[in-house]
């Protein structure tokens, strides 16, 4: 399973990624987990605003993969990449806040432009083997998000404490 937005089609000042989800490979391994594309072009003026907050992202070639450039701030926030052969790549520029992700398991965490941001955790979150998986009680992502442009609910409608657990899914 693998989500891809392509915002060139979009209509200026949108909203593109503000979601939870959960991108779960149950074969074998797909290109991306959350792609998008803003236009790379100098002429054109790159208005998609772009939000990738409170997902659970695991084992895909690329994790999280942003190309291009935006004039307002690329937010990643409180997501959880594991297992992932490229947790976060980013091809571009722009201003991006980036803060309160895990990484984990994966065969790297970070290439070109993309960096572990502030607040980064990087130790098992122990993923429970439902689907989407849940981060142990506890455990490393339990309340470690931050309460920034995050949803009141997780992927399943269960309200989020403050502050929130890393990824789609508020362990039990």
Do not use: C
Not at 15 to 43: C, E, F, H, M, Q
Not at 65 to 92: C, E, H, K, Q
Request: cysteine-free; proline content about 7%.
């Amino acid at each position: 399973m693998a989500l891809v937005f392509d915002t060139r089609s979009l209509a200026e000042d949108a909203a593109v990624l503000d979601l939870p989800v959960a991108v779960i490979n149950t074969r074998t391994r797909p290109s991306w987990g959350v792609r998008t594309a803003i236009t790379k072009s100098s002429s054109r003026r790159p208005r998609q605003l772009i939000h990738v907050i409170g997902n659970t992202i695991e084992a895909q070639n690329y994790g999280l993969y942003i190309v291009g450039r935006s004039t307002f701030p690329i937010r990643v926030l409180n997501n959880l990449l594991v297992d992932n052969s490229t947790a976060f790549d980013w091809d571009g520029s722009g201003t991006m806040t980036n803060d309160h992700n895990l990484y984990f398991g994966n065969s790297s965490n970070f290439s070109r432009y993309a960096t572990g941001g502030s607040n980064r955790v990087t130790t098992d979150p122990g993923l429970s083997s439902d689907v989407p998986p849940i981060p142990a009680a506890g455990g490393s992502a339990d309340q470690a998000g931050t309460s920034s442009y995050a949803s009141s609910t997780d992927l399943w409608t269960n309200s989020r404490p403050a502050p929130p657990s890393i990824g789609a899914v508020e362990p039990r």
